[in-house]
């Protein structure tokens, strides 16, 4: 279903660009862009929580999260509205894959004119919490103090707090509900922008508000999660954002050097995307 958003607190949202994605919640929170090395590695910096993002998002979700929503998009709205609010204005769709149908996880190709459907298996993505007092040296190499990774064969979330962050307790509490046939759903938030006169589509990576404990635990029993999957859509270029100077802001200096030194800076401009609110 495509809702709008007229009413929101401009908290929560999703950098966009050639160039990677980041997920923010009012100042960048995770980010992740291409190494430029000539494959398609990813670096992942995930940044220490000073605004408490994590607690919002878990006092706005003390409800149950084990109902399956495919055919009843209108509850899961009125479910998911609390979240909702803290969205930048805009227009979204919302989507509910269970964990019998997987249709989240399937993507298609065509082959001697038939289509064939094909499963992707699916990991999260956690980078180590930047440490505000490390100073990398000069000489030190990017990706040994950056996470690196690739997503070629699956689907990635990406986590939105530290792997230090875990409670395994909980994966076991989460791991024996899903032993009794419970399935619990994670909630997922992406931005896209599907062009009408080229083939530059542009996806963001799947961040995950809600559901770390559950997403650990599905994979480690190998059974695929509930998803509730809320998308920004983006109608036009010019709605799409990219806040380099606020990801200068968090970065360490080297690694906002790699991210500019692989893209010339007019390429900050292409297609109308802003590097920061004061250009």
Partial sequence: MKFKITKGLSLISIGMS???SYFSYKAPLSFSWYDCAGSLAKYLCIFPDKNNFRETVRNKIQMN?????TNDKDSLFELLEPILSLFENGEYSLSFCNSENR???????????????????????FAIEKDENFKPDKNLRI?????NYYDLNSICFIATEPK??????????????????KRPFAIIFSSDFISKTSEADWISEYFILDGH????AYSNLKIYPAIALITKINNSEFDLKFDFEALKKRLYPS???HVFENWEEKDFYKNGIRISEEE
């Fill in 103 to 125: 249709q989240f996880f399937y993507y298609r190709t065509s082959f001697d004119n038939f289509e064939k459907k094909h499963l992707k298996s699916f990991y999260i993505e």
């Fill in 18 to 20: 050639d160039i990677g």
């Fill in 143 to 147: 990706d040994s103090y950056t996470y």
């Fill in 65 to 69: 999260l084990n109902k399956d929503f």
């Fill in 164 to 181: 230090s962050n875990i409670n395994w307790d909980r994966v076991k509490y989460f791991e024996e509900e899903i032993k009794k046939g």
């Fill in 255 to 257: 690694q906002s050097n």
């Fill in 213 to 216: 404990h559950k997403l650990i």
